[in-house]
C-alpha cells in the first residue's frame, strides 16, 4: 500500500474515533444498556424487511441506468448487496469498484458503462436525500436547527449542479469524446487506449438515459428506494422513548447518511453514529435523552449494516469470488484477458 493510501486510511480512522469518543463521552453505559433492554426488539424483523425492499428498488433502477446492457434485476441485486457489504467492511469505499468488477464478470458490462451509471446514482441518490431532508424541515420548521437548512440548501445545490454537468455531458458527448482524446495523446498509449474506451462507454451510457420518460421513472424509482431505508428509522424508532414521527426519521435518516461523505473507519462508525444522535436531539422538540438516543443509533446502525454484510458475504461465498480477488484484479497480466477474468482494460 502507497504512502498516500496508508494517510488516507489513518485519517479515515482518526476521524471515526474521534467523532466516536465525542458521541459516547456524554453517554451513561448503564443508561444505554437500560434503553436497549427496553426496545422493542421485534420491529427490528420489518425494518430489516424495508431495508431490502429498497435494495430491490435501487436494483431496478440501476438497470434503467444501463438501458443498453438488459442485465437482469437479480443480478444487479446481488451485486449491489455485494458491493454494499465491500463498502461497510473494506476501507477507502472499494464497493464501487466491486461492482464494476462483478457485473463485468457476471453480465459483461463494460467499465466505461458501469462507472456512467455509479455516477448517475449518487447524483440521484444526493438530489433524493436533499429533496427529502428538506420536505422534512419544513414540517419541523418550529424546532429543527437552522444548521440543517443551510447544510440541505448546500447539499441540494451541489447535487443539482452536478446533474447539470451530467446533462451537458449527455447532450454534448462529442465535445466531451474530443477533449478527452486530446488530453489522452500525453498519455502512454495503453493507458491513454483504456482511458478513452472508458469515455467512450462514459458518455454513450449516459446518452441512453436522457429521455424525460425514463429520467422520470429513474427519479421516481430513487425517492421510493430513499423512503423505504428512511422507513427504517421510523420503524426502529417506534421501540425506543422517543417523539417517533415520519418527518422526524426521514430528517435524522438523511442526515446520518450525508455524514457518510466524510472520510471514515469501514462501516462509517462515528460519522452515521455522531450526525444521527446530534440532529435526532437537536430536532426532537423535546428533551432526548442521550443514552436512549445513543441506543437507538446503535440499533439503526446494527440493523442497516449487519444483514447486508451477512447476506453479501453470503452471496460471495456462492459466487467462489474473494475480495482478495477483486482488489487485486487491476494487477493481473493483461494478455489475453477478458473481463471476466478480473483484466480491467478488457472491462473498459
Known amino acids: 500500500m502507497s504512502r498516500g493510501a496508508w494517510v488516507r486510511l489513518l485519517v479515515s480512522f482518526g476521524i471515526s474515533a474521534g467523532l466516536l469518543f465525542l458521541v459516547l463521552r456524554t453517554m451513561d453505559p448503564s443508561r444505554i444498556g437500560a434503553a436497549l433492554s427496553t426496545a422493542d426488539w421485534r420491529l427490528v424483523a420489518p425494518a430489516i424487511a424495508l431495508y431490502f425492499a429498497g435494495v430491490w428498488i435501487r436494483s431496478v433502477r440501476w438497470g434503467l441506468l444501463l438501458p443498453q446492457q438488459s442485465v437482469p434485476t437479480y443480478i444487479l441485486f446481488r451485486t449491489m448487496v455485494i458491493g454494499f457489504t465491500a463498502n461497510n467492511v473494506l ?6 469498484v466491486v461492482r464494476a468488477y462483478l457485473l463485468g464478470r457476471w453480465a459483461s458490462v463494460p467499465y466505461g458503462s458501469t462507472i456512467a451509471s ?5 447524483i440521484l441518490d444526493g438530489l433524493s436525500l436533499a429533496l427529502l431532508l428538506l420536505v422534512s ?84 424509482l430513487s425517492l421510493l428506494a430513499w423512503c423505504l431505508e428512511l422507513g427504517v428509522f421510523y420503524v426502529l424508532m417506534l421501540g425506543f422513548a422517543l417523539p417517533a414521527s415520519v418527518p422526524l426519521a426521514f430528517l ?23 450526525a444521527l444522535v446530534k440532529v435526532l436531539t437537536d430536532s426532537a422538540g423535546v428533551v432526548v435523552d442521550p443514552a436512549v438516543a445513543g441506543a437507538y443509533a446503535l440499533v439503526v446502525h446494527a440493523t442497516l449494516f449487519l444483514p447486508v454484510i451477512v447476506v453479501g458475504t453470503l452471496l460471495l461465498w456462492r459466487s467462489h469470488v474473494s475480495f482478495n480477488q477483486i482488489t487485486h484484479a487491476a494487477d493481473e497480466d493483461g494478455s489475453g484477458g477478458t473481463a471476466a477474468q478480473g483484466n480491467w482494460p478488457a472491462a473498459a
Do not use: H, K
Not at 118 to 122: A, D, F, I, M, T
Open 252 to 274: 435524522v435518516g438523511a442526515a446520518a447518511n450525508f455524514a457518510t461523505v466524510v472520510p471514515s473507519s469501514p462501516g462509517y462508525v462515528g460519522t452515521f453514529d455522531g
Open 118 to 122: 455509479l455516477v448517475l446514482e449518487r
Open 91 to 96: 476501507p477507502v469505499r472499494m464497493g464501487e
Open 137 to 220: 424541515l419544513r414540517f419541523l420548521a418550529d424546532v429543527a436547527p437552522g444548521y440543517l437548512v443551510a447544510a440541505g440548501s448546500v447539499a441540494g445545490a451541489g447535487f443539482c449542479a452536478g446533474a447539470l454537468l451530467l446533462a451537458l455531458a449527455a447532450w454534448r458527448s462529442s465535445a466531451i469524446l474530443t477533449l478527452v482524446r486530446f488530453f489522452t495523446r500525453l498519455l502512454p498509449p495503453r493507458v491513454g487506449e483504456v482511458v478513452e474506451r472508458l469515455a467512450t462507454g462514459f458518455v454513450g451510457e449516459l446518452a441512453l438515459v436522457r429521455g424525460w420518460r425514463r429520467l422520470a421513472q429513474i427519479a421516481g
